[in-house]
């Protein structure tokens, strides 16, 4: 089974508009970490959000935030006021327990129209 | 620059050939990891460093791929008999803590085997 699963793999979403880029996770260790990275054509991974599995609180960084809901295994990240920089691949993550791996999914392509 | 710099950014190589891609991690990082990213993938985990010793290589996906970080700095994985599935973008990342911590990336390497 996959350890990270984006079903988007292509969203299209309005300048200034928000847009949530769905995320699932499947694993049965009881602590781990969820992680968002950007991904520009230029190639670099860049880090936008961190989720730990014991946070209470949805994470949140800038425009960006995690939509954690636990029971349901979903990490959605939510972009508002979206920008034309916003373009970009974005992968979800997941490092488990102890693990020194991190999981990614196959990404969503997010294209930002002026 | 302060981030992660990979070299070279891009290699071509001839079947067969053996390829050496450098990682130059952020100082101080103690972490390394390698990621193999095919095209229209997300990272797959190749290889964790600790320091200056391989506590996981369970991603390298053959005994033509092998890395070092000898003195817990600088990485190079290298890659004998190169073959065409070998092409791919490599990733490598830093990070300042143990695998806990967050992730910072370098551009890549993208390798094109002929």
């Known amino acids: 089974a996959q350890k990270i699963t984006q079903t988007q793999p292509g969203m299209f979403v309005q300048e200034k508009e928000a847009v949530t880029l769905d995320c699932t996770y499947d694993?049965?260790?009881?602590?781990?970490?969820l992680f968002w990275y950007k991904q520009p054509s230029s190639g670099e991974m860049i880090f936008l959000i961190y989720q730990g599995s014991y946070d209470e609180q949805n994470a949140t960084e800038g425009r960006y935030s995690l939509n954690f809901q636990k029971a349901r295994k979903s990490a959605n990240l939510v972009i508002s006021a979206s920008q034309l920089g916003d373009s970009a691949m974005y992968f979800c993550a997941m490092r488990e327990g102890v693990g020194n791996q991190f999981y990614f999914g196959t990404g969503t392509s997010l294209t930002v129209i002026p | 620059g302060a981030g992660v710099s990979q070299s070279p950014r891009y290699k071509v190589a001839k079947r067969g050939q053996d390829v050496a891609l450098r990682c130059d991690p952020i100082?101080?990082?103690?972490?390394l990891f390698w990621y193999q990213q095919a095209l229209g993938q997300g990272p797959e985990f190749l290889t964790y460093?600790?320091?200056?010793?391989?506590?996981?290589k369970s991603g390298l996906p053959s005994d033509r791929f092998f890395a070092e970080r000898p003195e817990g700095s600088v990485s190079t994985l290298k890659i004998q008999r190169t073959q065409q599935e070998d092409s791919a973008v490599y990733l490598c990342?830093?990070?300042?803590?143990?695998?806990?911590?967050?992730?910072?990336f370098g551009p890549g390497t993208r390798l094109t085997v002929l």
């Open positions: 100082s101080g990082h103690v972490s």
């Open positions: 990342a830093s990070s300042y803590r143990d695998y806990t911590g967050e992730q910072f």
């Open positions: 460093f600790q320091n200056e010793a391989q506590l996981d």
């Open positions: 694993t049965s260790d009881q602590s781990y970490g």
